[in-house]
């Protein structure tokens, strides 16, 4: 792979001192660096309520922030600028990270009601990129990624930065989740880039690097960052608010590295953040999922499961449950049966390395629900491969080694061979580079 992480990782480093176990105060010293930050500046009532949410979102509270965002968008701005005709979508952004999917569509049929044809470039990439992080989150992520691949493109055209992160954050989280890890590094590099230039709201950027760090080469390789990450108020707290999956993340990958005062924090974090702003349900699912984890405590997984409105969350929630019912020998059915509801999630989100782990965990039970059909998107996988099949190629085709391929799916080499001779026989090819060819020349992928 040309790719590598790790001068990405010295670079996104979060400042803290690990000798005194403090975080560096200083980091983020202007949270507008970067960002239009002279608009924000002006005299506009409406630009100045903007200002207030961003600020409120940009240290945790998801629910000023909606607050400040709902009466910007509401007002609309005398003084005509463009910044300001940008508020509906930021409210709208900031319903999305609030899973009130409900209230966000209705904003977006308002603002299609009201948009006129002689609408910027910048307004357009905006629309995109924010339509498709909602749809995406809501479990739509063909038309989703689609929405923001269009809108990356658009706002990378005319230099709109400050959009550019929420989109790269969408397409590296959709790559790493369908074992597409080149994508995946692609869209972490330009984060890394923007993280450079000092961009407004890093932490969504921070946490997507460790997860492709940790799927990349291990825990190991992203124990800098969870560090960091949680050490620092700042961004634990805007991470909170705006990444439901992230605390339980957290909480698996400090437990994996033996630093479970790390686990502890993340838990805490959580659960005080969804105690301040109990309005949000996506936050106590959160809270409720970390801890869960943390204590072992099945009741409130179960709970949680039952709070998330986000698909992958909850797939990722029930998961989490049945390796804690797996303890219990006479729970044998209800680990089955919560591991397959799991996997159909995933499978149905086009979590191709999600569904490949639960299926792998399926077998364990002597269960093969990975060569299933029933649980297959049906009519998005070409070829007709089964999410593993799938899987395997997209990686293959990607210059892994079947060693590199089974680490990063949890299956065996052995395994790893035995479903690329599948994906040969359906696909008609007999070797690794016309498989290479062939995926590449196909049309579902979305090409960074
Ligand atoms: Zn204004």
Same mark, same amino acid.
């Given at each position: 792979?040309?790719? =590598?992480?790790?001068?990405?990782?010295?670079?996104?480093?979060?400042?803290?001192?690990?000798?005194?176990?403090?975080?560096?105060? =200083?980091?983020?010293?202007?949270p507008f660096v970067g960002n239009t930050d002279d608009r924000l500046s002006s005299s506009c009532k409406t630009a100045s309520l903007f200002r207030r949410s961003a600020l409120?979102?940009?240290?945790?509270?998801?629910?000023?922030?909606?607050?400040y965002a709902?009466a910007a968008a /509401?007002r609309g701005c005398e003084e005509g600028h463009e910044f300001c005709e940008l508020t509906p979508f930021w409210h709208i952004a900031?319903? #999305?990270?609030?899973?009130? *999917?409900?209230?966000?569509?209705?904003?977006?049929?308002?603002l299609?009601?009201?948009? !006129?044809? =002689?609408e910027s470039q910048l307004m357009t990439a905006t629309s995109?990129i924010i339509?498709?992080?909602?749809?995406?989150?809501?479990?739509?992520?063909? $038309?989703?990624?689609?929405?923001?691949?269009?809108?990356?493109?658009?706002a990378?055209?005319h230099d709109a930065r400050s959009l550019?992160?929420t989109?790269?954050?969408?397409?590296?989280?959709?790559?790493?989740?369908?074992?597409?890890?080149?994508?995946?590094?692609?869209?972490?590099?330009?984060?890394?880039?923007?993280?450079?230039?000092?961009y407004f709201?890093?932490?969504?950027?921070?946490? %997507?690097?460790?997860?492709?760090?940790?799927?990349?080469?291990?825990?190991?390789? +992203?124990?800098?960052?969870?560090?960091?990450?949680?050490?620092?108020?700042?961004?634990?707290?805007?991470?909170?608010? &705006?990444?439901?999956?992230? /605390?339980?993340?957290?909480?698996?990958?400090?437990?994996?590295?033996? /630093?479970? !005062?790390?686990?502890? #924090?993340?838990?805490?974090?959580?659960?005080? #953040? &969804?105690?301040?702003?109990? $309005? *949000? &349900? %996506?936050?106590?699912?959160?809270?409720?999922?970390?801890? @869960?984890?943390?204590?072992?405590?099945? @009741?409130?997984?179960?709970?949680?499961?039952?709070?998330?409105?986000?698909?992958?969350?909850?797939?990722?929630?029930?998961?989490?449950? +049945?390796?804690?019912?797996?303890?219990?020998? &006479? $729970?044998?059915?209800?680990?089955?049966?919560?591991?397959?509801?799991?996997?159909?999630?995933?499978? +149905?989100?086009?979590?191709?390395?999600?569904? =490949?782990?639960?299926?792998?965990?399926?077998?364990?039970?002597?269960?093969?629900?990975? %060569?299933?059909?029933?649980?297959?998107?049906?009519?998005?996988?070409?070829?007709?491969?089964?999410?593993?099949? *799938?899987?395997?190629?997209?990686?293959?085709?990607? @210059?892994?080694?079947?060693?590199?391929?089974?680490?990063?799916?949890?299956?065996?080499?052995?395994?790893?061979?035995?479903?690329?001779?599948? %994906?040969?026989?359906?696909?008609?090819?007999?070797?690794?580079?016309?498989?290479?060819?062939?995926?590449?020349?196909?049309?579902?992928?979305?090409?960074?």
């Amino acid at each position: 792979m040309s790719t =590598s992480l790790t001068p990405t990782l010295a670079v996104m480093k979060i400042p803290w001192d690990r000798k005194r176990n403090t975080l560096q105060r =200083s980091f983020p010293q202007q949270p507008f660096v970067g960002n239009t930050d002279d608009r924000l500046s002006s005299s506009c009532k409406t630009a100045s309520l903007f200002r207030r949410s961003a600020l409120a979102w940009y240290s945790g509270r998801l629910d000023a922030g909606l607050r400040y965002a709902a009466a910007a968008a /509401a007002r609309g701005c005398e003084e005509g600028h463009e910044f300001c005709e940008l508020t509906p979508f930021w409210h709208i952004a900031l319903l #999305t990270k609030a899973r009130d *999917f409900g209230t966000a569509l209705q904003a977006i049929d308002l603002l299609g009601n009201r948009r !006129d044809r =002689s609408e910027s470039q910048l307004m357009t990439a905006t629309s995109l990129i924010i339509r498709g992080e909602l749809l995406f989150v809501m479990g739509c992520v063909d $038309e989703g990624l689609a929405e923001v691949d269009a809108g990356l493109r658009l706002a990378e055209g005319h230099d709109a930065r400050s959009l550019l992160p929420t989109g790269y954050v969408v397409m590296a989280t959709a790559a790493l989740r369908r074992a597409d890890m080149r994508t995946c590094l692609h869209y972490v590099d330009k984060l890394t880039g923007e993280a450079l230039l000092g961009y407004f709201g890093q932490a969504a950027g921070a946490w %997507v690097t460790a997860q492709a760090a940790e799927a990349r080469g291990g825990v190991d390789r +992203a124990a800098d960052l969870v560090a960091g990450i949680v050490a620092n108020d700042v961004v634990l707290h805007q991470l909170l608010v &705006s990444e439901p999956a992230a /605390a339980s993340w957290l909480v698996r990958a400090a437990r994996a590295l033996g /630093a479970d !005062d790390v686990a502890e #924090t993340a838990v805490r974090a959580a659960c005080a #953040t &969804s105690e301040e702003q109990p $309005e *949000f &349900s %996506v936050l106590r699912g959160a809270a409720l999922h970390a801890a @869960g984890l943390l204590e072992e405590d099945a @009741g409130k997984l179960h709970e949680a499961a039952n709070t998330y409105l986000d698909r992958w969350c909850g797939a990722s929630v029930r998961e989490d449950l +049945a390796g804690l019912l797996s303890k219990r020998r &006479s $729970e044998r059915n209800n680990v089955i049966s919560t591991l397959e509801s799991a996997l159909s999630t995933y499978t +149905a989100v086009g979590a191709a390395r999600d569904a =490949s782990r639960v299926a792998n965990k399926l077998r364990n039970y002597g269960v093969r629900r990975g %060569v299933s059909r029933t649980v297959e998107r049906e009519g998005h996988l070409p070829h007709g491969l089964t999410n593993t099949e *799938f899987a395997v190629a997209e990686l293959v085709s990607q @210059g892994y080694t079947n060693n590199e391929v089974g680490r990063q799916l949890f299956i065996s080499r052995h395994t790893v061979a035995f479903h690329l001779k599948k %994906v040969y026989q359906k696909m008609n090819l007999t070797s690794r580079v016309e498989l290479a060819a062939k995926w590449k020349a196909m049309q579902w992928r979305h090409e960074p």
